[in-house]
């Protein structure tokens, strides 16, 4: 008697458990996706019960967002938990959606100057303690900044050092020696900063030996390396089973033999109507370019003219300086009378000049 | 132009502190929002935008002026925002009569724009107009998106991956688990989205985890999708990259400047006797001797025995009083 009701006993037991695990379970065509991380479920059942439901959607909506949130809290109460002033925290996993960055990743900074230096020499930095004893004041001073403990520029006496020349102002000779200082550091400071800037160039990588490059930089540094002399590399020696260098050259970008058919139609179609059209196509650039060139001619054989007989007005310089492209401080030295004869020169146009016309243009001078 | 900034060299430790928080860094800042309305903003979309406010707090930044730009013409104004203000996250709300009641939710890279998805919104109940308790601010929500055609489209695909970006606030490590309040659930059916959220209530169930119910708490929005500007592939590619020092690393595994990968194995202490090399029959074990366990002295002796009266070299012997002897002190002979 006592048996059976124990068996029954442990049997209702199981069935309750049942019951209660029934009513924490929801039933899914499709298991979901979690990100625990994130704290993220992925529902990818279609949702056929929505789409019958027509008016009736706000509870639908709600039946749906309930069913995914039991599912979520059950993964959520399974992960391991610690327990922290009386509450209960579950530690969460890494998050497993890849999210875009919102700012690239940080270039690692090149060393600076005095940073190589300390660590080819195995130079570690010392620790030092904040205050300093002065001495003079009797106080606890800081060891650099405002109001530190040995100020060099503060004292009130300087002793004539034997060999300076006894007028020389030696309290100015300190501040000045302090100033040159200050900016010998922000000189040395920007440097660094400018050669950081640099660094960031993938192209100049592996020109300065650092000891930390890839195989490729190294290769590309051989490469520039030996066409870094006077003939090019054209007598450079190989190794005995070095390849030649392939694709070194300029690269020239054909159209595909079998590519666009209509872009090439068009732009045939487009040649022999040129070649047909009976006035003759302008290149602007081209045009202008020509035309300055024999203006510039023109003006170098009247110049010649003149300063055979003798004349010579300061307006010679002006086409000159406008050739070299205008540099400010030139123009700047020009006299005012020029100022006027370059704007009447070629504004907006700039072309490419030959060098045997800049060679034609100093020798005027 | 970003050279010129970080030449000016901060003067106070506030200011040193400031730029630091803004540099691009290994392990990135929470990401900020701005809301900012457009120069014709209806009633519903300012309301959106101070709905999505509260439930960005106190990581976003609501704009109260209005802003007379088109984001999907010009993204300079949006980007001059974006590098004031920090944010890489917005949302930029304008009502016109080809448009209404618009809503353009974006991210940035690099201060520069990545993805802009325009949506339209249908239906709007505000958090006011539902009048229950709500939770408080700043507090993580669960995000559940459901419907199989946030997997289908690549348009779909990023709003989803912009979604969960834009609202599951702070990145952590352990979480309360009676301090999770609120769930926004994300429907995508016949081309609209259904945007809900509801307040949990935790109820008994039998065992360890509890019952869930829902209560409609805060804004619900039926969106439609309208224009997308989406980054290409390779800058999306670009930004998803993740630096090496946070990539799962790889034990026993070195490279060197050359490409060669090194691995390491560790192996467990052998028995050298056991060591099959050479066959020396000689040295092989005799049947008696496997029996009894002869020690390698043993099979040394039984080997040289026969070898009596022969000279045999003693190892090497210490001498304390002996100072860079060569060869071995003396010569022993077996007997």
Known sequence: ?365 | MDALYRVVKPKTKRAKRFLEKREPKLSENIKNAMLIKGGNASSTVTQVLRDVYALKKPYGVLYKKKNITRPFEDQASLEFFSKKSDCSLFMFGFHNKKRPNNLVIGRMYDYHVLDMIEVGIEKFVSLKDIKNSKCPEGTKPMLIFAGDDFDVTEDYRRLKSLLIDFFRGPTVSNVHLAGLEYVLHFTALNGKIYFRSYKLLLKKSGCRTPLIELEEMGPSLDLVLRRTHLASDDLYKLSLKMPKALKPKKKNVSHDTFGTTYGRIHMQKQDLSKLQTRKMKGLKKRPAERKAGASLVAQWLRVRLPMQGNRVCAPVREDPACRGAAGPISEMSTT
Request: charged share 35%; hydrophobic share 30%.
């Open chain 1, 1 to 365: 008697m006592e048996g059976q009701s124990v068996e029954e006993l442990l049997a209702k037991a199981e069935r309750d458990e049942a019951e209660k695990l029934q009513r924490i379970t929801v039933h899914k065509e499709l298991e979901l996706e979690f990100d625990l991380g994130n704290l993220l479920a992925s529902d990818r059942n279609p949702p056929t019960g929505l789409r019958h439901a027509g008016p009736t959607q706000e509870a639908e909506l709600r039946a749906l967002a309930r069913d995914n949130t039991q599912l979520l809290i059950n993964q959520l109460w399974q992960l391991p938990t610690d327990r922290v002033e009386e509450a209960l925290v579950a530690r969460l996993p890494e998050p497993t959606t890849r999210l875009p960055r919102e700012k690239p990743v940080p270039r690692p900074r090149p060393l600076t100057r005095w940073q190589q230096f300390a660590r080819l020499k195995g130079i570690r930095p010392k620790k030092k303690t904040n205050l300093v004893w002065d001495e003079g004041t009797g106080q606890w001073r800081r060891r650099w900044g405002y109001q530190r403990a040995r100020d060099d520029t503060k004292e009130w006496l300087i002793e004539v050092p034997g060999n300076a020349d006894p007028m020389e102002d030696q309290f100015a000779k300190r501040i000045q020696a302090k100033k040159e200082r200050v900016a010998k550091n922000e000189l040395n400071r920007l440097r660094n900063l400018a050669r950081a800037h640099k660094m960031q160039l993938p192209s100049a990588a592996g020109m300065h030996p650092t000891g930390h490059q890839s195989k490729e930089e190294l290769g590309r540094a051989m490469l520039v390396a030996k066409v870094s002399t006077a003939s090019v590399g054209r007598f450079q020696e190989r190794l005995p089973k070095e390849k030649a260098p392939r694709g070194s050259g300029k690269k020239r970008k054909f159209q595909p033999l079998f590519g666009d058919f209509a872009a090439e139609k068009k732009s045939q179609l487009e040649m022999l109507r040129i070649m047909n059209s009976k006035k003759p196509q302008l290149d602007v650039t081209r045009a202008t370019n020509k035309q300055m060139r024999e203006e510039d001619q023109e003006e170098a054989a009247k110049r010649r003219k003149m300063s055979q007989k003798g004349k010579r007005k300061g307006g010679r310089q002006g086409p000159g300086g406008k050739r070299k492209g205008g540099p400010p401080s030139q123009g700047g030295k020009r006299k005012g009378g020029l100022g006027g004869k370059m704007n009447s020169g070629r504004p907006g146009l700039s072309g490419k000049r030959k060098g045997g016309q800049h060679q034609g243009g100093k020798r005027r001078k």
